[in-house]
């Protein structure tokens, strides 16, 4: 159970084009979900947290009308990377959880995007 | 504001090896402590998990206690495999808080 999905899991666009990756809670309804970068051998850093119906919050120093959030369905939560430049590229994950519980978060197997 | 902190890395063993590796937090109120192991090329999986002081979280052989007053969660696994080599994420959750604080990794890898 808590499975997790991202589509796609990897993608190459040109400078300047818009990029959506989606998160899908398989088997549970993802109440909040939370999408994250990766830089090569970090650690990961929060971008915004999403509540179903709800706009994102996004952390301090992401630019949210760079990085849009949708969090549509207990199911689905999008980010798009709009006018993506080669400094976007990255290793994106997302998480989601169901309720307060204990905090776990289940992680999605992550998209790495290349900005040409 | 609350974080974690993990030994640095990289950490190589040889298979049948013991492994610790070292987590340690600060946090207010009463976290739940978390380890991740992420594989190359891919995303996080939950390992193991304890919610209250002295409970002991276990999966595939590793294990780690939550320790409050040394506020400790060390990895621990009697004898390592080369298929457990990956990095290893140590985490809380804070009481109401919505996010996950990690900590900055630590990669193993096991030599055959």
């Known amino acids: 159970g808590a499975v997790v999905s991202q589509h796609p899991s990897r993608v190459i666009c040109k400078s300047g084009t818009s990029v959506k990756i989606e998160c899908r809670s398989l088997d549970f309804q993802a109440t909040t979900m939370f999408w994250y970068r990766q830089f090569p051998k970090q650690s990961l850093m929060l971008m915004a947290t999403s509540n179903e119906g709800s706009k994102a919050t996004y952390e301090q120093g992401v630019e949210k009308d760079k990085f849009l959030i949708n969090h549509a369905s207990l199911t689905l939560s999008t980010l798009t990377v709009t006018s993506a430049h080669p400094e976007d590229s990255s290793f994106y994950i997302c998480s989601a959880r169901w309720g307060a519980g204990d905090g776990t978060q289940y992680f999605g197997p992550g998209t790495r995007l290349l900005v040409l | 504001g609350d974080s974690v902190t993990q030994m640095e890395g990289p950490v190589t063993l040889s298979e049948e090896a013991f492994l610790t590796i070292n987590c340690t937090y600060t946090?207010?109120?009463?976290?739940?402590l978390f380890w991740y192991v992420q594989y190359p090329g891919e995303g996080l999986q939950l390992l193991l998990k304890?919610?209250?002081?002295?409970d002991k979280g276990s999966n595939k052989g590793f294990e780690a206690t939550y320790r409050k007053e040394t506020t400790s969660f060390h990895l621990e696994k009697g004898s390592v495999q080369v298929s457990d080599s990956a990095v290893y994420f140590c985490?809380?959750?804070?009481?109401?808080?919505?996010?996950?604080?990690f900590g900055q990794g630590t990669r193993l890898t096991i030599n055959p």
């Open positions: 946090a207010t109120g009463y976290p739940s």
């Open positions: 985490a809380l959750s804070d009481q109401g808080a919505q996010k996950l604080v």
């Open positions: 304890a919610t209250k002081a002295d």
